[in-house]
């Protein structure tokens, strides 16, 4: 009869233990501040923000800025401000994809200054003077390389002030 009053004592503290645990454990979870409030954002996060391909991005001198290229976002426009007379440096590097990449620099009045167009190039880089002051755009696109293996990609799309080069010394 003992061994029935002993197993009857340690199945009553067992079940004693489980429903402490199970009380603590249940006030835990109805305690944490916003829970169910956070599982339900995590269940309702919003697609991302398509990106508006014709309003074009604030360049600043010497500063990178990237952009995808897919057939989502087809072209991009950058801007940035220069002044009459200024050599700036365009550079534009293939970051990621299988695409050609097209640019164009585009003055204020919505005339092409200066362009390039590479085929399989990954780095583009243009030097020019600019014409006047004011605001210029810089568009990019991409173009298939026609290989059969076309790929979205990433580019970068920078403006720097620009040096002159001296002229080059004749050879004797």
Request: aromatic share 8%.
């Amino acid at each position: 009869m003992s061994n029935r009053i002993h197993s009857f004592r340690v199945l009553s503290l067992v079940l004693a233990v489980a429903f402490i645990l199970g009380l603590t454990g249940l006030a835990n979870a109805k305690a944490t501040p916003g829970h169910q409030e956070t599982m339900l954002a995590l269940q309702e996060t919003p697609a991302a923000t398509p990106i508006d391909v014709d309003a074009p991005v604030a360049l600043e001198m010497g500063k990178a800025a990237t952009t995808p290229l897919s057939q989502d976002v087809s072209h991009r426009y950058f801007k940035f401000a220069g002044k009459a007379n200024q050599l700036v440096s365009l550079a534009i590097v293939k970051l990621s994809g299988n695409l050609t990449v097209k640019s164009s620099l585009i003055d204020q009045a919505g005339s092409e200054i200066a362009n390039f167009y590479g085929l399989y190039m990954t780095q583009f880089s243009l030097t020019t003077k600019l014409p006047q002051d004011g605001n210029y755009q810089v568009y990019v696109t991409y173009d298939n390389p026609g290989s059969g293996d076309f790929a979205p990609g990433e580019v970068s799309v920078m403006v720097s002030e620009a040096t002159a080069q001296a002229a080059p010394t004749p050879a004797k």
